[in-house]
């Protein structure tokens, strides 16, 4: 029942997707708007029904594998057509069907005015489709498949302003570097079946201990992956893409850029931790990838003036935080972090989002301020959202955040010097949001006025908000320390494997809430200080630091140095063998061959006179020659 | 019913019977219908083929067997198997959607132009059954003088060098082979006693190793021009760029499989100790191949040049599938093959079609069509992204497994040729969003698709979805094939006896020794 | 063996084929070239028959018969290019034929 359910969640977004882009003709808005909209709500509802059934299965039995067809086979290796339904993915599937409705919905009022109305649905429901089969499949072939198609989807979305170079030129950037993510996947993928046999998740991971051994062929496999993972998951230093990914609509922001497409790769060393428990080292990088991405994204967030970028470098930065817990082996610390996440980042994008179509598309905070009077329900939202984010008691950001720092605490010297990384960061994370705060909606009107006179949102767009805001304020008590642990519970069958589950002392969860709330408090205290009223501290401020401010600015020029070092002598490379190589190499050695034949040819017209004596006179003196040379050699 | 040779010999008695046709105004429609109903029964009798063979069956099938000059070895032989029949299937079926496009847009002249198609036709559909090396070598050169002549009448103004370059560049090639072809039988009946044309039996002759590594090189040369591997691919700027687009998309689509199919059928089978010889210096080139195409295509002016050279990149990994001698490989190699005669066939149609109607071929001279052709954008996506190998396209399939395969024997190669997959994203997208995205202008409402392309293009991406979805509907029937050709050379390698999933013949076979009387081995 | 020795026939056969070359090379009129022509292969002739006998079979005669259907095809041949050359009033000299020299 599970796994049929599972197959038409995963084809109504994609059956929403053909509708939309195969209707002869522009379709009403309203139609548009019900197969957009109402595919992904099906696909919850029947996720929904998934989720109940599996709550009354006995723990051990909530694992479901169906295949449709065999997909191929190749000498002794059968991939089929298959996907998995089990605690992980219907997790995962829940996340994905329900904030995507919910930004659906908003999708509808905010993309009112687009030209390219029934594109951005087709392309939405074509990403939940993609996205659903990432998280469904049940080999890493559709593994890789979910994760390319993604990343197509996000390639289109964010190119959706087909007509702006800035939005085309990101689009080829995040596409180019995912497929550079998809080729570590691959190559994983080649290992696995070299020394495994088979690329079933079951037979993989089941075999793997036994399999890999001591190698370091587990090591190799969980970094290669891990190398997908983190240009899927903008981690150091395949992150360049995400801060240029917003120039999509906000909407696609939301869900792509912060609460689903970004966090795949959190997902997959989840899913594939049973190598990365074999895999000492590859653990450790990961972790340390996580922790040096989000302290570094926390800082250039700081810096930031656009409002979306500052999100975009605020995404990476709670990545960051999920890919080290996810390193350190806190799988469902991660996982929850991954929740609530989901719900306080797509709020704060959502709510961003009104603040934007109220400005008319102005994103830029300089252009904001004193925006509580006009918007004061994206104001609260936001607040909320903040408030999750920094990790305030009693909201969700404090109880997934705190306990992924917690765990830290227990993972050895390592884990310290993470657990350090992590708390500046979180006073950062409170500091940068609040700055966006209050630069948005207190300080001061700007200069010359809005771009575009603020007016309010409607209910399309409010009312997912207001519901994300919920979710954002109290999603943290499903997993309280001392209390209970639903997504650990829920999650307790597909982890049953790790031997030595990680866990936080409460002394360490004490300790590390205690630290991140005051520190945060402190944050937010200064950033009202700096940013709360007038800007006069903040100019002061700027002119201070105006030395280090552009390298934050520009993310630490990471951009410029690709530019240099890879693309750019790629490019004269390529150049070379254009102009030098192919013509003077390739062509030339047949054109000098051709020439040289002709050259001889012409030599030897000169012989061919016309005249029949002479050619009788060549026969004659040559036989002569002929026989002269036989009677000597005799 | 000898169903092979009907497909062969039908597009030939189509073209001979073209001359029935008048010239002139009336005529121009009678021979639409005239190439139609021909290319449309070859097609179809190629589908009945395809249902007869037993997919399990690794040897030949469906043979019809002529003697011709029994005495010097000589006989019309011809059937398929399991990689040849999809390859046939390929043939008829493109050149029956080449068809289908010429009749929409016939050019002057265009009884000719039909009649030396359909000679095309049977000239490549010979090759990929023939079960005789003469025969072979016939197909081969027989389908140059038609192709010749099309890029020398109907190609654009630099045709005369590039007729002259592709026949030139081609036909020294094919000498060399010819000569092989001489060699190896004459070389054969010293160790058999037996003197036969036959690619069946010459398979498991026991030439000596340096016998083997010369006739191997004589028939791999012919096979790399025609490919062409880099640095052999001379001719292909050129006759890509001049031939008239749709006998580009021919050329790249199906004759550029001669040269591979050439390995599979003759080269590894035959000459496995060659093989082995020349196994990793091939493998370089196709990496070099893979690399360079893919450098030079994201730098290419035009459109066609663009695709031509990565046209180059894609067959350097179906030469690296068959080269590494596994199972995985190859079977990945005889897929990849077809998928890519879909997919570049569908991308010269749409550099075609985005040529002709707009008037412009350069890659940075167009701007903005999505805006105006919503089904081009669409239908280009699709093929961008098959072109590119994107996960979960149809020539995904092919390259994974291919390079799975590599993986498997050689890291080093497999991790090298990947560069060409990150390279592919990068000319594949300028193709695409330097003329779909951008600023918009009016090129897009005139470029859009009609009915009458979406009559080519459709089947193609059509096809291409089919194979993304369900790979085991060729992939299912060309295992048993694949490792009866490469078993030989997989001794050779000296692979552990596992892995050699088909028995090797030794011909002549080891209880007849010593040679007693003519009659040798008898395979 | 009896009769005449071997060696006269060559003899005989070399001059001729001397003959004929040399004429060949001297001659301009086409028609004396091909009377020079006559002279060689019947020159070989000559020697075909005489080894023929020499050897006691008879290939050389065979040979020989066919040289001379050939000559006489050859005759036909060039007396008709003579013939076409003279109707064209062109002057029978062998050295101002040579359009087809490349």
């Known amino acids: ?634 | 019913m000898p169903w092979i040779t009907a497909i062969v010999l039908l597009p030939l008695a189509g073209a001979l019977s073209m001359l029935a046709v008048p010239e002139g105004a009336r005529g121009r429609t009678q021979a639409r219908a005239h190439a139609l109903v021909v290319s449309a029964a070859a097609l179809v009798l190629t589908c009945i083929a395809v249902g007869l063979i037993d997919r399990d069956l690794g040897t030949l099938q469906l043979v019809d067997h002529h003697g011709w000059a029994e005495s010097l070895g000589l006989s019309w032989d011809v059937g398929v198997d399991g990689v040849s029949v999809w390859l046939l299937l390929l043939t008829t079926g493109l050149f029956f959607l080449a068809f289908v496009a010429a009749a929409i847009r016939l050019p002057e002249r265009g009884r000719g132009f039909l009649a030396l198609l359909l000679l095309a036709e049977a000239g490549l559909a010979g090759l990929f059954v023939a079960g005789d090396l003469v025969l072979f070598y016939v197909f081969w050169e027989a389908m140059l003088v038609p192709f010749y002549l099309l890029i020398g009448v109907w190609g654009g103004s630099d045709r005369g060098r590039a007729t002259l370059t592709f026949v030139i560049y081609t036909m020294v090639g094919s000498l060399l082979m010819l000569v092989a072809i001489i060699a190896a039988a004459f070389i054969a009946q010293d160790h058999t006693g037996q003197l036969t044309f036959n690619i069946q039996e010459l398979r498991g002759v026991a030439f000596t190793e340096g016998e083997s590594t010369l006739l191997f090189a004589g028939f791999a040369l012919a096979f790399a021009i025609k490919l062409p591997l880099w640095p052999f691919h001379a001719w292909l700027p050129l006759a890509y760029g001049q031939a008239p687009i749709l006998v580009t998309g021919l050329l790249a689509a199906v004759m550029s499989k001669a040269g591979v199919y050439g390995l599979i059928r003759i080269g590894l089978p035959i000459f496995p100790d060659g093989a082995d010889n020349f196994a990793v210096p091939l493998a370089i080139l196709a990496i070099v191949g893979i690399v360079y195409g893919s450098l030079v295509a994201w730098r290419s002016p035009t459109m066609r040049m663009l695709v031509a050279y990565s046209s180059l990149a894609h067959l350097g990994f179906i030469v690296l599938g068959l080269i590494a001698f596994d199972t995985v490989a190859a079977q990945g190699a005889v897929l990849q093959m077809i998928n890519h005669g879909l997919v570049v066939a569908a991308a010269f149609a749409i550099v075609g079609i985005i040529s002709a109607r707009t008037g412009r071929e350069g890659v940075d001279d167009l701007s903005g069509m999505a805006a105006g052709a919503p089904r081009l954008a669409g239908v280009f996506l699709i093929v961008a992204m098959a072109a590119l190998a994107v996960p979960g396209s149809n020539a995904f399939v092919g390259e994974f497994f291919i390079l799975a395969g590599v993986f498997e024997h050689h890291i080093w190669m497999a991790v090298l040729a990947s560069i060409g997959i990150v390279y592919a994203a990068v000319y594949m997208l300028r193709l695409y969003q330097t003329s779909m995205n951008g600023p918009v202008t009016g090129d897009g409402r005139r470029a859009e698709l009609r009915g009458s392309d979406m009559l080519t293009l459709l089947p193609l991406t059509g096809l291409m979805l089919l194979l993304a979805l369900w790979p085991a509907s060729i992939a299912g029937s060309t295992r048993s094939s694949v490792e009866r050709a490469i078993a030989p050379a997989q001794v050779a390698a000296g692979r552990p006896a596992a892995e050699v999933a088909a028995p090797v013949e030794v011909n002549p076979p080891e209880d007849h020794l010593p040679l007693t009387s003519q009659q040798g081995g008898t395979p | 063996m009896t009769g005449v020795p071997p060696s006269l026939y060559l003899g005989v056969s070399v001059a001729l084929f001397l003959l004929g070359l040399i004429g060949v090379m001297i001659r301009r009129n086409p028609l004396m070239l091909l009377l020079a022509v006559e002279l060689l292969l019947n020159a070989a002739n000559v020697a075909l028959v005489g080894f023929s006998r020499y050897w006691g079979n008879t290939d050389g005669h065979i040979f020989a018969l066919v040289v001379m259907v050939v000559a006489a095809a050859e005759v036909v041949v060039g007396l008709g290019l003579v013939v076409a050359v003279f109707r064209n009033r062109l002057r029978l000299d062998v050295d101002e034929m040579s359009t087809m020299k490349g």
């Open chain 1, 1 to 634: 029942m599970e796994t049929n359910l599972g197959w038409i969640v995963l084809a109504l977004p994609l059956a929403g997707a053909l509708i939309l882009s195969l209707w002869p003709g522009e379709p009403p808005k309203a139609v548009t708007r019900a197969v957009g909209v109402g595919s992904v709500f099906l696909a919850f509802v029947l996720t929904a029904v998934v989720f109940a059934g599996m709550l009354g299965d006995d723990p051990s039995s909530r694992s479901h594998v169906d295949g449709l067809w065999e997909w191929i086979t190749v000498g002794d290796l059968r991939v089929d057509l298959a996907i998995q339904i089990d605690p992980l993915s219907v997790l995962m599937m829940l996340v994905i069907t329900g904030v995507g409705f919910l930004i659906h919905l908003y999708s509808t009022e905010y993309m009112a005015h687009s030209a390219g109305y029934r594109r951005f649905f087709a392309e939405m429901n074509f990403f939940v489709f993609s996205m659903l089969l990432l998280v469904q499949a049940a080999n890493f072939v559709f593994l890789i498949v979910g994760w390319a198609f993604v990343g197509l989807a996000s390639y289109l979305l964010i190119g959706f302003d087909y007509d702006r170079p800035a939005a085309v030129a990101a689009a080829k950037k995040a596409f180019v570097i995912n497929v550079i993510g998809d080729v570590g996947m691959v190559i994983a993928a080649w290992l696995i079946m070299r020394e495994v046999g088979s690329l079933d998740y079951g037979a993989v991971l089941s075999a793997a201990p036994g399999a890999f051994g001591d190698s370091g062929v587990a090591d190799a496999v969980a970094l290669l992956l891990f190398v997908g993972a983190a240009a899927k998951s903008a981690q150091v230093p395949l992150h360049t893409w995400l801060p240029d990914a917003m120039e999509g609509p906000t909407p696609v922001s939301a869900l792509i850029h912060a609460a689903t497409m970004v966090t795949a790769g959190v997902y997959l060393v989840v899913r594939t931790h049973a190598l990365y428990e074999i895999a000492p080292v590859a653990g450790d990088v990961v972790a340390v990838v996580g922790g040096v991405t989000l302290l570094m994204a926390a800082t250039i967030a700081v810096a930031q003036v656009d409002i979306k970028r500052v999100l975009a470098w605020s995404t990476v930065s709670q990545i960051g935080y999920m890919i080290m817990g996810a390193g350190l082996g806190a799988y469902a610390g991660a996982m929850f972090h991954f929740l609530t996440h989901a719900f306080f980042k797509a709020l704060l994008f959502l709510a961003a989002g009104i603040v934007i179509h109220a400005l008319a598309g102005e994103q830029s905070m300089d252009r904001m301020g004193g925006l509580n009077r006009y918007l004061r329900f994206a104001y609260f939202a936001i607040a909320v959202g903040c408030l999750a984010i920094a990790g305030i008691p009693g909201l969700s950001g404090f109880f997934s955040k705190d306990e992924i720092l917690a765990v830290a605490l227990e993972a050895g010297t390592l884990g310290i010097v993470l657990w350090v990384m992590g708390t500046v960061a979180a006073a950062l994370t409170a500091f940068y949001m609040f700055r966006l705060l209050f630069r948005t909606f207190h300080a001061t009107e700007p200069e010359g006025g809005y771009a575009h006179t603020p007016h309010p949102s409607g209910w399309a767009m409010n009312v997912p908000v207001a519901i994300l805001a919920v979710l954002a304020a109290i999603g943290g008590w499903l997993q309280v320390p001392g209390g209970w642990h639903a997504i650990s519970d829920w999650l307790a069958p597909v982890l049953a494997d790790v031997p030595e589950p990680l866990e936080a002392t409460t002394r360490g969860e004490w300790i590390t809430s205690l630290v991140t709330s005051g520190l945060a408090l402190v944050a937010i205290g200064a950033a009202w200080k700096i940013f709360g009223r007038d800007d006069t501290r903040r100019r002061a401020l700027a002119r201070r630091f105006a030395g280090p401010r552009p390298v934050l600015e520009e993310a630490y020029l990471f951009d410029e140095v690709y530019e240099q070092t890879v693309v750019q002598p790629g490019r004269d490379l390529a150049d070379a063998m254009l102009t030098g190589v192919e013509p003077r190499g390739v062509q030339g050695i047949v054109v000098a061959a051709a020439t040289t034949v002709r050259d001889a040819a012409v030599g030897m017209r000169a012989l061919q006179t016309g005249l029949v004596r002479t050619y009788v006179f060549a026969v004659a003196a040559g036989a002569v020659v002929v026989a002269v040379v036989i009677a000597l050699v005799r």
